[in-house]
């Protein structure tokens, strides 16, 4: 059975104590706070046949059969390849599911995840089902980004708020989860997954420390003219375009934030504190902002799956970057 996160008690007593259940759910918020778990656990008590405690009993024929990934009446739906979109096919292919009587004689229950993840024409075919679902049927939608999402597809569930810890609550959490770390590599690792705990672990079994050490000792040479633009685009090969991004995105707030503010405690991780200052006391503010913008735009891009040529996009970045300080 998926785990119980202490940061859902609140919302799992909620949703488990409803007399009727809605036909769709939208559980969306920040990647890496469990949501997934959370929908695994509501689908496994809708399933149940014999639920206790208000959670799934697991050694009804239904909870067994979920968990050996053989419920007839269990419907999972994601991209078939990670990070590539869901297909309209496959959303055929689950409508099919959704129109069949439950094989059990109970509820049949579909998790969709990331349902951000449906290009246009799968979010469309996904309609139908979504506004009349056939029989008792359940339909659990995960949402990183609910931002991204067609309308009609929010207007035609009931959306979720799933809660984020409290930095006290993810620490203690990581404590757990990562005995063997440091305190203060935990507290950077949350840092970087922007407070959510599952990602901060996620990003530790991808070596993340060790990527962003190697981005920051670029920068720090690309500023110093002892590395040009090319070389490092091309040494930065295996570190996720995203994360690329989502740390410049971050260094440029924290250069305007320092150069609105000249608050030193709000400099952001020590890898970075002194270059952020230095291109903050160097860089006009109206350049700051410029490869904001840019950089903003592209990240879009990279979170739509655009095709992009990476060397040249990060050689654009770094070139950018490189001409940052000048005269204010």
């Known amino acids: 059975m998926a785990e119980a996160y202490p940061w859902q008690a609140t919302l799992w007593q909620q949703l488990v104590g409803r007399a009727r259940h809605?036909?769709?759910?939208?559980?969306?918020?920040?990647?890496?706070?469990?949501?997934?778990?959370?929908?695994?656990?509501?689908?496994?008590?809708?399933?149940?046949?014999?639920?206790a405690a208000l959670q799934?009993?697991?050694?009804?024929?239904?909870?067994?059969?979920?968990?050996?990934?053989s419920h007839p009446d269990n419907y999972m739906l994601e991209p078939e390849e990670a990070d590539k979109p869901i297909k309209v096919d496959q959303v055929r292919d689950l409508v099919?599911?959704?129109?069949?009587?439950?094989?059990?004689?109970?509820?049949?229950?579909?998790?969709i995840e990331p349902v951000e993840a449906m290009n246009v024409n799968a979010a469309n075919a996904l309609l139908k089902s979504l506004e009349e679902p056939s029989g008792d049927t359940v339909l659990l939608l995960v949402s990183h980004q609910p931002s991204r999402l067609l309308p009609t597809i929010k207007s035609r569930c009931q959306q979720i708020a799933c809660p984020q810890p409290q930095e006290a609550q993810s620490l203690t959490w990581l404590a757990s989860a990562l005995p063997d770390c440091e305190e203060r590599e935990r507290s950077e690792l949350l840092s970087l997954a922007a407070g959510s705990p599952l990602l901060a672990l996620s990003l530790q079994q991808q070596g993340i420390r060790e990527q962003r050490a190697q981005v920051v000792d670029g920068v720090k040479k690309l500023l110093k003219q002892q590395q040009s633009p090319t070389q490092l685009a091309e040494s930065w090969n295996a570190i996720s375009l995203l994360h690329l991004f989502d740390w410049f995105c971050d260094?440029?707030?924290?250069?305007?934030?320092?150069?609105?503010?000249?608050?030193?405690?709000?400099?952001?991780?020590?890898?970075?504190?002194?270059?952020?200052?230095?291109?903050?006391?160097?860089?006009?503010?109206?350049?700051?902002?410029?490869?904001?913008?840019?950089?903003l735009a592209q990240r879009q891009k990279v979170l739509g799956k655009a095709n992009l040529n990476r060397v040249l996009l990060l050689e654009a970045l770094l070139a950018s970057w490189a001409m940052l300080p000048g005269q204010r």
């Open 22 to 51: 809605a036909h769709a759910y939208l559980l969306h918020g920040p990647q890496g706070i469990g949501k997934r778990a959370l929908a695994e656990r509501l689908m496994a008590l809708l399933l149940c046949q014999r639920p």
């Open 56 to 69: 799934a009993c697991g050694q009804c024929k239904s909870c067994m059969l979920l968990a050996a990934g």
């Open 96 to 111: 099919g599911f959704v129109t069949q009587t439950a094989q059990l004689g109970g509820r049949k229950v579909v998790l």
């Open 251 to 295: 260094w440029s707030n924290l250069i305007l934030r320092y150069q609105l503010t000249q608050d030193e405690e709000g400099l952001g991780l020590a890898d970075m504190r002194k270059v952020v200052q230095y291109l903050a006391q160097k860089s006009p503010q109206g350049k700051v902002l410029e490869i904001q913008d840019w950089i």
